[in-house]
């Protein structure tokens, strides 16, 4: 009934264009009230929700990603892309793809990524013809698949909730976000062809050569985060600040075409951005609360025993679960309040722990990028300067494909074994 | 004029203090590495007594916290806050208005809450210290109430046709 009566608030304030993240805001005020909790869980939830470091790493990408479109680095990577595959029909469209699957390498946050992604590739999209609605559904459905992409930071949090092996998890993720990545490029393949996406001309060795050297300076990130990680030098927060850097640096120094005056103003921007996205999540928390004490996850349990008959349809039906917990409450909280509750039936069934971390893994990742409500989709739109109601008819053979994807790492759990397997991580 | 001069810089100061927590925010990161694989090892080397740097966590998360509750406040009025547009577009632009200033009065009201709880729960952490710096964790739950009242402010300035999402002074235009 709490929740009932708090959701039906929710979804009015919604539908009247108050800001989502208020809207959230007020309806957690009234579940408090309504369910006589003391009031001071929203300050309290505020402070909780913000003072994060995993979160740090998304104000100082954001302001990274927007400094290297300014002084043109972006540029660089994307022309260099467009040399190697851009020829191709729908080239630029699929070098989005690889890009996300190796971006999701070097970068541990979905929300960071899809800030650094989304400043970074936005404007040359946008450049090289491509509607604001089909950059913003490239860019969100390649972050959703660079979910199972290692250093995930979720899949650090599921390991330790079901305790499995975070090297198995590393592991296992990289055949499955490949294929989802496959669907997602076929779908390019098609929609370029329908939608008579532009082609580049096949460009001469020295034009190759010549991007290649211009993709230099930008190249350094991957290689110094990268390395940084596999040394176990700074976190994916730390490798946000030392890009940052980095990006001053070229700026200032090579590049020499960004003024201190437009940093402070790209500073801000990227300050206010960040600010958005965390207060969301911070507010989010207060409807954690009132989730936990409802006794929503007991309810949810109930709900599933009758999928517990094969395996496939169990992990369908909470991959589904998953996925709207993660569109509306993030992708952690959804692993703390929803994974614990189904997690012990999944093995009372002999599904592989690690098969049923990779399927939330995959599920929480398509959420965050789910309409209307998926943070990570809102982010991207922010780039795109669209509404989700613009923004919608464009994207659902996007998510079409991510659906597929899901649906095959569900059916052949190989694809998340093997490579676990051989390393000798899972019978 | 004078009078102008001054509106003008106090509605420009979130905006230069948002700017500011996020570069520091960007130097304590990078100070933790520094401090980590740099000064660690030469300490080590000469035996000298070890750096302490525990505090570089609890400075970047001081800083985010600040940095969001302000910047939630700022928000509204440059409209980044994420919104939908499903049925209020559809309305006569006067019905259109009254939607808005009852959603920013709405917004007021929960900042206001923010802020007098916030505040309630300042006074209760007063006597409590951070692990690292030994800061008063008051001044950490502080942010929710200038957070809070900001956001009351700019909701109720809305809600009241005093002040206009977007009409905003950039750092740089008041510098």
């Known amino acids: 009934m709490l929740l009932a009566v708090t959701a039906v608030v929710f979804i009015a304030l919604v539908l009247l264009s108050m800001p989502i993240v208020f809207a959230l805001g007020i309806a957690g005020v009234v579940g408090l009230v309504l369910g006589g909790f003391p009031l001071q869980m929203l300050p309290s939830s505020l402070v909780a929700g913000s003072q994060n470091w995993v979160l740090l790493a998304i104000p100082s990408f954001v302001f990274a990603g927007t400094l290297m479109e300014r002084c043109g680095m972006s540029h660089a990577l994307v022309d260099l892309a467009r040399a190697l595959v851009g020829w191709l029909r729908g080239g630029l469209g699929m070098s989005v793809i690889v890009v996300s699957y190796f971006f999701s390498d070097i970068c541990g946050s979905k929300m960071a990524e899809v800030s650094a992604l989304g400043s970074t590739l936005m404007p040359p999209l946008r450049r090289a013809g491509y509607r604001p609605e089909d950059g913003a559904s490239l860019i969100a459905s390649g972050t959703a698949m660079g979910m199972l992409v290692p250093p995930a930071i979720f899949m650090i949090v599921i390991g330790d909730v079901t305790n499995t092996s975070v090297v198995a998890l590393f592991l296992a993720g990289f055949i499955p976000a490949a294929v989802i990545g496959l669907c997602l490029c076929a779908l390019v393949f098609v929609q370029a062809r329908l939608l008579g996406w532009p082609k580049d001309t096949r460009p001469s060795w020295r034009f190759l050569l010549s991007a290649a050297r211009e993709a230099l300076v930008p190249m350094v990130v991957p290689v110094v985060i990268l390395g940084g990680f596999y040394m176990g030098a700074f976190t994916a927060t730390e490798a946000g600040a030392v890009v940052a850097f980095y990006s001053v640096c070229a700026a200032r120094f090579y590049y020499r075409n960004v003024s201190w005056r437009e940093m402070i103003t790209i500073a801000y921007d990227s300050a206010l951005l960040s600010a958005a996205v965390v207060f969301l999540l911070a507010v989010a928390t207060v409807f954690q609360y009132l989730m936990g004490v409802s006794g929503a996850p007991a309810f949810l349990a109930e709900i599933l025993k009758p999928l517990s008959g094969s395996h496939w349809l169990f992990l369908t039906g909470v991959a589904l679960m998953t996925m709207l917990f993660g569109m509306v409450l993030e992708g952690l909280p959804a692993a703390v309040v929803l994974i614990p509750v189904v997690f012990p039936i999944a093995t009372k069934l002999g599904i592989n722990p690690v098969h049923f971390d990779i399927v939330q893994t995959a599920a929480v990742g398509i959420g965050l990028f789910l309409p209307p409500l998926g943070v990570g989709l809102l982010m991207a739109l922010r780039f795109a300067q669209i509404p989700v109601s613009q923004h919608a008819k464009a994207y659902w053979p996007y998510v079409l494909a991510l659906l597929l994807g899901l649906m095959l790492i569900i059916c052949i759990p190989e694809l998340s074994l093997f490579l676990p397997r051989k390393a000798g991580l899972v019978r | ?175």
């Open chain 2, 1 to 175: 004029m004078a009078v102008t001069g001054w509106r003008r810089a106090l509605a420009a100061l979130p905006r230069f203090v948002l700017a500011a927590i996020l570069l520091v925010a960007i130097l304590d990161m990078l100070a933790g590495v520094l401090l980590r694989y740099v000064v660690v090892a030469i300490t080590d080397y000469f035996d000298w007594p070890t750096v302490s740097f525990f505090w570089v966590e609890e400075v970047g998360e001081f800083a985010l916290c600040w940095l969001t509750l302000i910047g939630a406040a700022v928000a509204i009025l440059e409209r980044t806050h994420f919104a939908l547009a499903v049925l209020t577009h559809r309305l006569p632009l006067r019905a259109q208005r009254i939607v808005e200033r009852i959603n920013h009065l709405l917004i007021a009201g929960f900042g206001l809450l923010a802020a007098v709880y916030g505040w309630k729960l300042s006074v209760l952490n007063s006597t409590l210290v951070s692990p690292g710096l030994e800061i008063n964790l008051a001044l950490l739950y502080f942010s929710t109430v200038v957070g809070g009242g900001l956001i009351a402010l700019d909701g109720l300035g809305v809600a009241l046709g005093l002040l206009h999402p977007r009409d905003v002074v950039r750092p740089e235009a008041a510098a």
